[in-house]
């Protein structure tokens, strides 16, 4: 499915996603869209839950929450409200496969991620 426009919120990101969005995508779009100029406005919006919505719903709450708190920072702002209680995976989550990936994204995952037990590389969240 394509969407004509870039997401300008996570809430978009989520809803996308439901409409049969690829995550990965939008979640790239957002990015170059709140690297491009974006403000605290595009994280405030709480997205809609995902979990038993689609599949691996849980990972991309947990995600969103996470990506919100690490670009709230980034605008030197408290994290969204909704970002709390962190949803925690009960099961690490890598975004890249290999025990050598994984020991490096132990060490450098951005603290939000991990809090979430999620592990992803800070270069994956700048757009380029």
């Not at 709390?84 to 290999?98: H, M, N, R, T, V």
């Amino acid at each position: 499915m394509s969407f004509t426009q870039r997401p300008k919120t996570l809430a978009e990101v989520a809803q996308h996603g439901i409409e049969g969005a690829e995550f990965g995508d939008e979640i790239k779009d957002f990015l170059h869209e709140f690297l491009a100029g974006g403000n605290y406005a595009m994280l405030q919006e709480p997205p809609c839950r995902l979990e038993d919505r689609v599949p691996d719903g849980r990972r991309f709450d947990a995600f969103l929450q996470a990506l919100a708190v690490y670009l709230a920072v980034k605008v030197d702002c408290d994290p969204p409200g909704w970002t709390k209680p962190p949803i925690q995976l009960s099961e690490p989550w890598f975004a890249a496969p290999g025990s050598a990936v994984r020991n490096y994204l132990l060490l450098s995952s951005p603290a939000p991620f991990r809090t979430r037990n999620m592990f992803v590389d800070e270069d994956s969240l700048a757009a380029v």
